[in-house]
Every structure is written in C-alpha cells, then in structure tokens.
C-alpha cells in the first residue's frame, strides 16, 4: 500500500542562468543508485548529455568525464563542463514534478506518480528573457500543458502559448532516455531546434 513514506522530494534547486532563453524540463531524477553526477538527467545510460555534444559540437562524448582508463574506470558525465555549456548557452533546466511516488521501484515514467507538480508558471518568472520551454518527454508534456492551458503538441512539434503579453513557444521533444525507440542520431536532428532559439 502506497504511504507517504514513498513519496520522494525532488533532490534539486531549479538550474535557472541568468538571461536563460530556454527552459527545458524533464519529468524527475532517477534514484540515486543510478546516478553518475547529482545535476539532471544524471544516469550514464541516459543520452541527453550526448545529443547535446552531437547538436553544439558534433561529439556525442562532449560531456563525458576523462576518468581514466582501466577495469576501475567509473563512466560518469562531467557536472561542471555541462553546467558552463548550459550557462554559456542559456539554457535552464528542471523538471514538472516535485514530489513523486514510484509505482514500479524504477525510473519509468510510465509507472511514475506525480504527488505535487511544480509550478512552472513560477520558474518562468524568474527566466524573463525566455522565449521557448521545451518538454523532454511525454510526462513532461503533458504537465507542462495542463500548467500553460494548451493542447499537447506532437512530439517535435511546438505550440505558440501568450503569457503575459509575451510570446512563448512550447516545444514537445523526443525522451533522451533509451528505452524511447528512436536513434540518437534522429533525437540530436529533433533537439537541434534548440540552436535555433538561441540564435533569434
């Protein structure tokens, strides 16, 4: 039976750079047994890191950590290379969920309850100069919708949302988690928009 004693708090502040452009959230961290750095999408075997390095560089292994060599090798994303690349670049990060309960003991958001979403409305406040929030899977999508009071886009399809006064464009993305059926190569096509925002 599902108490509070599962729910869990998200483990992190809101990555918000001053004069960011975009806003990209995701739905929420997976556990900490899976993590290879404590900054979002943290697990090695998710590919946000690499589609970001194949967009702003061409190198899928832009944002991988030089640990070494050898069988004591621990493969993890380089927290610090990504947080100057995201601040540089202005580009803020979150998820749609604060609390959450899993119902299936993993990260799927299939089986991913949400128990108190964040209010994006107030993140945006805080970004002024963004112009595009970009969901980064389904869940987040569909979140993000219910917040902005739009329809879901399809994913790689956005739509133009007012708020006060000033024009927004709510971007739905492919997941950058593996187990979404779609190569990395066709994912980095779809998230190249993101170099487009940040140029107009």
Not at 128 to 146: D, F, Q
Not at 169 to 181: C, D, G, I, K, N
């Amino acid at each position: 039976m599902a108490t509070s004693a599962n729910i869990e708090t998200h483990p992190w502040e809101p990555f918000l750079p001053e004069g960011a452009k975009i806003l990209m959230l995701g739905s929420f961290p997976p556990k900490e047994n899976r993590w290879s750095m404590d900054f979002f999408y943290p697990n090695f075997n998710n590919d946000m890191w690499r589609i970001m390095g194949l967009v702003f560089y061409g190198d899928k292994d832009r944002f991988i950590a030089d640990t070494g060599t050898g069988s004591g090798q621990v493969r993890r994303f380089d927290k610090e290379k990504i947080i100057r690349f995201c601040s540089s670049r202005g580009i803020a990060l979150y998820d749609t969920v604060s609390k959450a309960r899993r119902l299936n003991d993993n990260a799927s958001d299939k089986f991913l309850e949400t128990v108190e979403p964040v209010d994006i409305m107030a993140l945006l406040d805080r970004i002024p100069e963004c112009r595009a929030v970009i969901a980064t899977g389904e869940k987040a999508a569909g979140i993000i919708a219910s917040w902005l009071g739009c329809d879901v886009p399809k994913t790689g399809c956005f739509v133009d949302i007012e708020i006060d006064g000033k024009n927004i464009r709510f971007y739905r993305l492919p997941s950058s988690s593996r187990a979404y059926p779609m190569s990395i190569d066709r994912k980095a096509e779809a998230y190249s928009v993101i170099k487009g925002i940040l140029q107009y």
